[in-house]
Each structure stands twice: as C-alpha cells, then as structure tokens.
C-alpha cells in the first residue's frame, strides 16, 4: 500500500535511490541521509501503531494475538545477529523486487500482483523487514514479552541487512544489467 500510494518506504527507497546513486543521479550522502531518515520515520509511525493498537486499545495483547506476537517476536529476538542480518538481506532483496515489478507495470492489477507476490514470500519465509519488525517487536516490548536490548539485537542487523539486501544485491544488479544494455 505504501509504495502503490507513492509513499515512502524505507527499504523501498534503500534499493530505488541506491540505484540513483550508483547511476550518479544522487550523492551518497544524501542516499545515506534520505534512507536513514525515512526509517526512523517509518520506525516512529509504526511504534506509534504499535502503542496504539496494541498497548492502548489491547489488540496485541488478547488471547491468541497476544500470544502471537510474543512467538513472533521471540523467533525475530533469539537468532545471532549475523543470521538476523542475512535474513534481512533476501527480505529487502525481495522487497526491492515487488518495487521493481510495481514501477514496470503497466496497469493496476499488474502493480499490485507485481508486489503482493515477492512481498508475501519473504512475509511466509519469516526474513526480516526493518519497518515490520518496528510494529512487531515494540508490540512485544508494549506486552512485557521482550527488553529494549532485544529489540536492537535485531533492528540494528535488520536495517544493515536490508540496506545492503536493497542497495548492494538489487541495486547493483539492476544498475549493472542497464550499463551492459547501454
């Protein structure tokens, strides 16, 4: 929905503004700047709904929601971070694919299929999403289920590895496959 609206998604914009700085179109300063940026943004708007939804109003935390959210969020905590980072590089490779298939198609339905699709792998695979894990883990923490230092344990490697899954394997790839075309 974010990115069909025009909105801006951190990990969406890890690969497209990678690809404008790799094509030289945008300095790096100003992609690391832009990309960090928009995922504190992101990260406060889905905290905000994490607090909301879930703390204030209570639906993370009633009989099997709550008790989902803290099996999720303990399966996003207990890994090493190395394995957190890695996950997090196919969930932005992913992600940057849905944005590719988004922006080329043509017409509606070819949008949304284009996206839903990579988007609902890495969801099914369990990788990890920065922004999603910025609802998630603070609707554990908001339910007593996990500390502030578990959350860092992932988000910290979730946004390295989906800096990296979006700028480095998807941007690079797609920046390379248009210089070979030129």
């Known amino acids: 929905m974010i990115v069909f609206t025009g909105q801006e998604l951190a990990t969406g914009n890890m690969f497209v503004l990678g690809y404008g700085a790799l094509n030289r179109n945008l300095g790096w300063l100003r992609y690391f700047f ?13 905290i905000l709904l994490a607090y909301i939804f879930g703390h204030y109003l209570g639906l993370t935390k009633v009989d099997v929601y709550g008790k989902q959210v803290a099996t999720m969020a303990m399966s996003k905590v207990t890994p090493s971070m190395p394995m ?5 590089i196919g969930a932005n490779w992913l992600v940057a694919m849905g944005v590719y298939l988004g922006m080329v198609a043509k017409d509606t339905i070819g949008k949304i299929v284009g996206m839903w699709f990579p988007v609902m792998i890495f969801v099914l695979i369990g990788f990890n999403h920065v922004i999603a894990n910025f609802f998630l883990l603070p609707a554990a923490y908001f339910n007593g289920t996990i500390t502030l230092v578990q959350m860092l344990h992932n988000l910290v ?12 394997l998807a941007a690079s790839l797609y920046f390379t496959k248009d210089k070979n075309n030129a």
Do not use: C, H, K
């Open 34 to 46: 832009e990309v960090i940026l928009i995922t504190l943004l992101n990260g406060l708007g889905a």
């Open 157 to 168: 490697p979730a946004f390295l590895g989906n800096t990296f899954g979006g700028l480095l």
């Open 84 to 88: 957190i980072f890695f996950s997090a």
